[in-house]
């Protein structure tokens, strides 16, 4: 069975940085998208971030695009997620995502096959 292991959350102010970490276990061959997601209170999941597995090609969405980097250690099977210049509206819970296969299909939660419990990130204005 797969699990996915979130940390790193916590309290910062705007302007300021989180690293998130996924720990994942279970997989005897580790070769799926990652992903990681997040969901505000009152709002739906939203992904925001994802990597391939080979060649480690990464996607993002607009919201986050030049002050997240997502990143992964294959010998480690983890998965990174770099926030910079956190803003009021990055609040929320982040989850880490696996998808059944290579290629990271589009920014839907059903998409997405196993997922970690989620650790939450909080910014103050």
């Known amino acids: 069975e797969v699990h996915l292991v979130e940390s790193g959350g916590g309290s910062v102010q705007t302007g300021g940085s989180l690293r998130l970490s996924c720990a994942v276990s279970g997989y005897s061959y580790w070769r799926s998208c990652m992903a990681w997601f997040r969901q505000a209170p009152g709002k739906e999941r939203e992904g925001i971030a994802a990597?391939?597995?080979?060649?480690?090609?990464?996607y993002y969405d607009d919201s986050v695009e030049g002050r997240f980097t997502i990143s992964q250690d294959n010998s480690k099977i983890s998965v990174y997620l770099q926030m910079n210049s956190l803003k009021p509206e990055d609040t929320g819970m982040y989850y880490c995502?696996?998808?059944?296969?290579?290629?990271?299909?589009?920014?839907?939660?059903?998409?997405?096959?196993?997922w970690g419990q989620g650790t939450q990130v909080s910014v103050s204005s």
């Open positions: 995502a696996a998808a059944s296969g290579g290629g990271c299909p589009p920014f839907v939660a059903l998409n997405y096959k196993y």
């Open positions: 990597i391939t597995p080979i060649g480690g090609v990464a």
